[in-house]
């Protein structure tokens, strides 16, 4: 799975020019540690245009009555977005991109976390494949905006550490990117037949160690991404 994840420094201005979208930078700060629940900006299109917005991470689908799901659905197994009810209408319709400046996964060992960085050798970004929904109240008083990010098998250079539940963040290419977020393109066979949903190179990644500060959603510095001694 992919349970948590941040945006650096560099977000800002690399989302910018890697994703093209029109925004305020200083509306979107950096989040050293990004767990489900919280509000983080996704790329999506309407009418043809691109935007940037802040949205609940953690899918309401369209069939709850009061907005708030028994199950969190921060993720949506490859191989379920186009058959279980809480996706497969977003997959149909309403595909996003979640941009990352990294992830985090852990390793278990002895009863202990152990946490690990992920990140992309040429991008700053890493544009997780995401279903997004807008959630309405019958009456209309109540709206939330809320996402989930794609998960597929793990390649692997997270598979030796993601020893628990083998599972990675679906990563995008730019070479993606508008036919992923094309509201029109509902075609979902020919988009689960296309190879989007693959492991991501394992030559295009790496990881290094990282604080177990991590495991704790109430810890965000920048030190959280720094490299540590590796683990025993």
Same mark, same amino acid.
């Given at each position: 799975m992919c349970g948590r994840y941040w945006r650096d420094i560099k977000f800002q201005e690399a989302c910018k020019?890697?994703?093209?979208?029109?925004?305020?930078?200083?509306?979107?700060?950096?989040n050293f540690n990004v767990a489900p629940t919280t509000q983080n900006p996704i790329v999506l299109q309407r009418n043809g245009s691109r935007s940037i917005e802040m949205f609940r991470w953690g899918l309401v689908p369209p069939y709850e009555k009061e907005g708030k799901p028994k199950y969190p659905y921060i993720n949506a197994r490859k191989e379920k977005v186009?058959?279980?009810? $809480?996706? *497969?209408? #977003?997959?149909?319709?309403?595909?996003?991109?979640v941009p990352a400046s990294g992830? /985090?996964?852990?390793?278990?060992?002895?009863?202990?976390?152990?946490?690990?960085?992920?990140?992309?050798?040429?991008?700053?970004?890493v544009p997780f494949a995401g279903l997004y929904y807008i959630w309405e109240s019958k009456d209309g008083s109540k709206k939330i905006p809320s996402f989930t990010i794609i998960t597929t098998d793990n390649n692997q250079t997270v598979g030796e550490v993601h020893n628990s539940k083998p599972r990675m963040p679906v990563i995008?290419?730019?070479?993606?990117f508008d036919w992923w977020l094309d509201p029109e393109n509902k075609n979902?066979? $020919?988009? *689960?037949? #296309?190879?989007?949903f693959e492991p991501y190179?394992?030559?295009?990644?790496?990881? /290094?160690?990282v604080s177990q500060k991590v495991n704790n959603v109430r810890n965000n510095e920048p030190d959280l991404i720094e490299e540590v001694d590796e683990w025993e």
């Amino acid at each position: 799975m992919c349970g948590r994840y941040w945006r650096d420094i560099k977000f800002q201005e690399a989302c910018k020019d890697m994703l093209e979208v029109p925004f305020d930078i200083d509306e979107i700060l950096p989040n050293f540690n990004v767990a489900p629940t919280t509000q983080n900006p996704i790329v999506l299109q309407r009418n043809g245009s691109r935007s940037i917005e802040m949205f609940r991470w953690g899918l309401v689908p369209p069939y709850e009555k009061e907005g708030k799901p028994k199950y969190p659905y921060i993720n949506a197994r490859k191989e379920k977005v186009d058959s279980h009810g $809480a996706y *497969k209408t #977003s997959f149909k319709k309403y595909r996003c991109i979640v941009p990352a400046s990294g992830f /985090y996964e852990w390793r278990k060992k002895d009863g202990n976390s152990y946490p690990y960085a992920f990140r992309l050798k040429d991008s700053e970004i890493v544009p997780f494949a995401g279903l997004y929904y807008i959630w309405e109240s019958k009456d209309g008083s109540k709206k939330i905006p809320s996402f989930t990010i794609i998960t597929t098998d793990n390649n692997q250079t997270v598979g030796e550490v993601h020893n628990s539940k083998p599972r990675m963040p679906v990563i995008l290419t730019e070479e993606d990117f508008d036919w992923w977020l094309d509201p029109e393109n509902k075609n979902t066979k $020919a988009i *689960k037949e #296309s190879g989007v949903f693959e492991p991501y190179p394992d030559d295009g990644m790496y990881r /290094y160690p990282v604080s177990q500060k991590v495991n704790n959603v109430r810890n965000n510095e920048p030190d959280l991404i720094e490299e540590v001694d590796e683990w025993e």
